[in-house]
């Protein structure tokens, strides 16, 4: 008799944002002529870099040559990518990192779920709540059963307080998903220091990383002195440059960073996660890697930083609007999220029925986070700029005639 993996039962019968799918296309379908504006997942809307086009139609213009034709790719990533991350975002920041740490990915997505393989199912795990859901559920699935909860709130300014009992695995969102603040540089250097102290490992998303204009906010964890030692840092070209439909990304393990067997013995990760790559993954297309590489030419990064700030333009109109309508807003600045708290009497979903229904506009809401989510709704600011200046207008003008 074939049995399942019954961890998957322990899953919320329905992905936060297949629920929202679904809710949306049901009113879509009974009210054909209402026009809806989405502004509850972070998916752009800006089209590719023009730099990113032309050396994709390159690349794929060689694979039809039998001189320039590219199978198999390194599963690591191509060098000519690797380099350029290397040198643009870690040395040219004043940070040292190999070659042979950065792994080219598919999605940071992916990795923040793939690498629970190298752990333990008996090691505690500590998560953020609210949280994005690919923690949890990604650690439920492998069937780990001891995860802490620690509640981000208004009340610590979203920085969660070190757990009562001792993580082994700590996952960190700088800047936050879906709270869209930030942790300053002494925040990450606390948490830096308490996993060297208890041999534990951060898991350091920095997928928004390039919204970042506070210098006071690190953009690398490894800009902390002693993090190689301690984590492992995750980034995306999704929101940086538009590939939320290319999947290209990448991870850094560090050498030096390390777990430990049953008898207490070092195990290097970097060459564990090398294997796991190696047996489990095939590479990243060679087109999409050439795209990825042109977006570190000076004509790229120019052009990646117009639509950057086109994204944050788009938060300030959002934070600017519902704050003068009198919302709390918090994030929105160095973020590409804005996390309002909804109006009083109305719980997260309620919020979501109520602004679908009356003003045409979706976002998420934030219990679907966590429990320290309720009260509280995300909205993005990957919308185009006119879809965003219409649906704020909206809800001010809904929150003003309901409230």
Not at 393 to 399: A, L
Request: hydrophobic share 35%; net charge negative.
């Amino acid at each position: 008799m074939i049995k399942i993996n019954e961890n998957f039962l322990k899953l919320e019968q329905s992905y936060l944002f297949s629920t929202i799918a679904k809710k949306v296309a049901a009113f879509q379908k009974e009210n054909p002529d209402k026009k809806v504006i989405k502004l509850g997942i972070g998916d752009v809307t800006r089209p590719l870099p023009s730099v990113v086009i032309e050396a994709m139609k390159k690349a794929a213009e060689e694979q039809g040559s039998a001189e320039t034709f590219r199978g198999y790719g390194p599963e690591q990533g191509y060098d000519f990518l690797r380099e350029k991350i290397q040198k643009q975002d870690y040395f040219d920041r004043g940070i040292a990192i190999d070659i042979d740490e950065i792994f080219v990915s598919d999605g940071a997505k992916c990795d923040t779920g793939n690498i629970v393989d190298l752990f333990a199912e008996d090691n505690m795990v500590a998560i953020t709540d609210p949280v994005y859901p690919v923690y949890r559920d990604t650690n439920l699935m492998s069937g780990r059963k001891k995860i802490i909860y620690m509640p981000s709130t208004a009340e610590n300014h979203f920085n969660p307080d070190f757990p009562n009992e001792v993580p082994d695995i700590i996952y960190l969102c700088n800047p936050n998903n879906p709270t869209g603040t930030t942790m300053d540089r002494e925040e990450v250097e606390k948490w830096v220091h308490y996993a060297k102290e208890n041999k534990s490992i951060i898991l350091y998303d920095s997928a928004y990383e390039a919204f970042v204009e506070d210098k006071n906010v690190p953009r690398s964890i490894f800009e902390i002195e002693g993090a190689k030692e301690v984590a492992i840092e995750f980034r995306s070209f999704s929101k940086t440059a538009g590939f939320t439909g290319m999947r290209c990304a990448y991870t850094i393990v560090p050498k030096q960073v390390k777990a430990y067997t049953e008898k207490g013995e070092a195990v290097f990760l970097n060459a564990l996660w090398n294997r796991r790559q190696c047996t489990k993954f095939n590479g990243v297309s060679y087109i999409i890697q050439r795209g990825a590489e042109a977006i570190y030419s000076e004509e790229g990064q120019k052009q990646i930083q117009e639509n950057i700030a086109y994204y944050k333009e788009n938060a300030k109109i959002i934070r600017e609007g519902l704050i003068k309508a009198g919302f709390t807003i918090y994030g929105g600045v160095d973020s590409p999220y804005i996390w309002l708290k909804v109006p009083e009497g109305l719980s997260s979903w309620e919020f979501f029925d109520e602004l679908l229904e009356k003003a045409n506009v979706v976002g998420t809401p934030g219990v679907g986070f966590g429990s320290c989510g309720e009260g509280y709704f995300r909205l993005t600011a990957f919308g185009t700029k006119e879809n965003t200046i219409e649906a704020v207008k909206r809800i001010v003008e809904k929150y003003c005639q309901t409230r």
